[in-house]
């Protein structure tokens, strides 16, 4: 009995060494490889976890289609070769941006970053929706920015939008209609005189072959362009009134663009301009207009139109040049899921890095002094104008209720560019309709 007790338990120790074998052995088979010296091969998979991570989403919504513009092509994929724990979705908004993000955000659909205009960013902050960047942004960031930015990017002292880009004005001259006509092309310190008697001689013809000399679509931005020229501007120093019928600048200037229109008649009618496209600078890539008012981007859409152009700056008053700038912006929403990754996004697009792409394509002014410019004047003799602007341009005037100022303010230019009220009635409607619409 005691013998075979003795095999039985000599055949289970055999037994249990053949399958603890069978198991190392089942081990290294299935890794394809040889056991790792020193025990090292878990700790190598486990330091190795983090690099074959998935990368993290975050959306950014913009109302321009990244798809058409290589812009945003480049900013993506160089933020991402720098940033490989992170991928960009781009969201296009196409149309009525600031009013449909409003009932996206308040409805819950929160993007990680956004673009926003800088006359929206006090509404958008206001009502609580916008993440404040004081504690994100450094100093040096903060005081690399040229003064006329500082002021977009801040409601109430606090910082809430990082600058994508600004866009000063200059004026665009259509070179081809001054050659074709025989007229000179003005000197850089050209005056307010100088552009309209040259807008005479430009405006010619009449039907099919009629020219202007000069243009702007009935936006409030292009509008405010020639105002901020005369010195004027919109708002009281309270944001509480419009100023239109006090401001005796602000008065000039409106004076002077209905002239345009009206007395002069060297401008075309909205129906006129439009017969050429939905571009607001259709009329001048079709030769149709000499001059109007744009920012850089403007060029790219003259380079790929093959327009001949150059640029001047704005015509002066009494010896000085004076212009207005927009600033485009990069926001975080109050409740996006990853602030610290967003602030990442909007430090790299607002930033040297991203400013510098814009710039080099065309696409708008860096608001950082930080961005080399040399490379850019070099390329064009009038592109150093660009540049000039960004240190006298004033900013766009904001305010909480602006994009309903705006709608209504549009509407009247309408009548008073047609001719259908007089300058001094349009004045009054508009002093009248903003004190409420400024107070709410």
């Not at 409805?107 to 009502?127: K, S």
């Not at 001059?291 to 859409?301: E, F, H, K, P, Y």
């Not at 926001?331 to 607002?350: C, G, H, M, Q, Y």
Request: aromatic content about 10%.
């Amino acid at each position: 009995m005691k013998k075979i007790v003795r095999n039985v338990f000599a055949l289970l120790l055999a037994l249990t060494f053949i399958l603890s074998l069978a198991a190392c052995g089942g081990n290294n088979a299935s890794s394809g490889a040889a056991p790792a010296a020193s025990g090292s091969e878990e700790t190598s998979t486990v330091a190795s976890t983090p690099e074959t991570k998935d990368p993290v989403t975050l959306t950014v919504y913009t109302w321009w289609d990244i798809t058409k513009f290589e812009h945003l092509q480049k900013m993506k994929s160089d933020f991402e070769a720098e940033n490989p724990d992170i991928k960009l979705e781009f969201v296009t908004i196409p149309s009525k941006y600031a009013d449909t993000m409003i009932t996206k955000l308040a409805a819950g659909e929160i993007p990680d970053v956004m673009m926003l205009a800088m006359d929206q960013v006090p509404r958008y902050a206001l009502n609580g929706m916008l993440m404040p960047l004081d504690d994100l942004a450094s100093q040096e960031y903060k005081d690399s920015l040229y003064p006329v930015v500082t002021e977009a990017l801040t409601v109430n002292g606090t910082m809430y939008a990082a600058a994508r880009d600004i866009t000063p004005k200059v004026m665009y001259i259509n070179t081809k209609m001054f050659k074709d006509a025989g007229v000179e092309i003005p000197s850089e310190d050209w005056t307010m005189d100088d552009f309209v008697e040259v807008a005479k001689q430009l405006t010619k013809g009449s039907g099919a072959d009629a020219q202007w000399g000069y243009y702007w679509k009935n936006y409030t931005d292009q509008t405010f362009a020639m105002i901020a020229a005369f010195g004027g501007k919109l708002y009281s120093e309270d944001g509480k009134a419009s100023v239109l019928s006090t401001d005796p600048k602000t008065k000039e200037a409106v004076q002077f663009m209905y002239d345009l229109c009206n007395t002069y008649k060297v401008c075309p009618t909205a129906t006129q301009a439009a017969q050429f496209g939905d571009n607001e600078f259709a009329p001048f890539m079709a030769n149709k207009v000499a001059m109007q008012i744009g920012a850089l981007s403007t060029a790219s859409n003259m380079d790929a139109n093959g327009t001949e152009y150059t640029v001047l700056p704005m015509p002066s008053i009494d010896g000085v040049s004076k212009t207005s700038s927009f600033v485009n912006t990069w926001v975080i929403p109050k409740t996006a899921k990853n602030p610290d990754l967003s602030w990442r996004v909007v430090e790299f697009l607002s930033g040297k890095e991203g400013q510098q792409i814009a710039l080099d394509m065309n696409f708008g002014l860096p608001a950082s002094k930080q961005v080399d410019t040399t490379a850019f004047e070099a390329k064009a003799p009038y592109n150093k104008y660009f540049v000039e602007a960004l240190e006298t341009a004033v900013p766009y005037p904001t305010n909480l209720n602006g994009s309903a100022f705006q709608t209504m303010f549009q509407k009247e230019c309408e009548s008073l560019w047609a001719g259908a009220i007089t300058p001094e009635e349009f004045e009054t409607r508009v002093d009248e309709q903003a004190a409420e619409i400024l107070n709410k």
